[in-house]
């Protein structure tokens, strides 16, 4: 079975701070790794990547996949207290199924 | 101009009713999806539907039956509801051609007591 581990649990930053969340895996049939954020409601999409070693960037928030080594990290650089939220790693397999991660927990302080 | 939309956002009700919840998606997507998240925020897939078929049913109690009328509508009718199936639910959708980046619904959050 499919399962992703996200590490840490549960971050408390302050303003400014660059955070660095984790995401490993295991796979049968590997297609796509994805990050989400999760604040209230809905978990909104951030990226999805497929090849090894290609950073994908949108504006202070960023994320590589290691293929060889079963892993995924989301930077986010300078961040303010809006980044606060839970941020959800996916395994895209087989079958238009997602697998999730428990989430990281990120609180950013003033 | 909702992309995905759920109602009702949220249900109270008593152990052993039905109750449904309606989805609707905007974006012209052809596979739909709920989810459950638990307590602990943890996110878990139960349907998936494409074109109005099913594709993925996780191990998930016979009292929930998805139905999909056409392909941008997928509702979730629960049966004889149990304290355990208090949680939020999500719906999702998502393009063929890129069906793992899966658009999420504002949630529907059940208390059953």
């Known amino acids: 079975e499919d399962k992703v581990v996200q590490s840490p649990l549960s971050l408390v930053v302050h303003e400014g701070d660059t955070v660095t969340l984790n995401c490993s895996y295991e796979?049968?049939?590997?297609?796509?790794l994805l990050w989400y954020k999760q604040e209230k409601k809905a978990p909104t999409f951030l990226f999805m990547l497929?090849?090894?070693?290609i950073e994908k960037k949108s504006g202070r928030l960023s994320s590589i996949l290691d293929k060889k080594e079963l892993f995924s990290i989301l930077n986010i650089t300078a961040t303010q207290t809006g980044d606060s939220a839970v941020y959800l790693c996916?395994?895209?397999?087989?079958?238009?199924?997602?697998?999730f991660g428990t989430g990281t927990q990120l609180k950013v302080e003033l | 101009d909702t992309a995905v939309s759920q109602t009702p956002k949220y249900l109270v009700t008593q152990m052993g009713n039905d109750k449904s919840i309606k989805c609707e998606q905007n974006?012209?997507?052809?596979?739909m999806y709920w989810y459950k998240q638990d307590s602990k925020k943890f996110l878990k897939i139960m349907f998936s539907?494409?074109?109005?078929?099913?594709?993925i049913n996780e191990t998930v109690p016979n009292r929930f039956s998805p139905k999909s009328p056409d392909k941008a509508h997928l509702n979730l009718h629960i049966n004889s509801l149990e304290l355990g199936d208090s949680a939020v639910y999500f719906c999702?959708?998502?393009?063929?051609?890129?069906?793992?980046?899966?658009?999420f619904g504002p949630g529907t959050r059940l208390t059953v007591l």
């Open positions: 999702a959708s998502s393009h063929p051609d890129f069906y793992n980046e899966q658009f």
């Open positions: 996916a395994l895209g397999g087989g079958g238009n199924k997602l697998t």
């Open positions: 796979v049968t049939n590997f297609r796509s």
């Open positions: 497929t090849s090894s070693g």
């Open positions: 974006l012209g997507h052809d596979t």
């Open positions: 539907y494409n074109n109005k078929e099913l594709i």
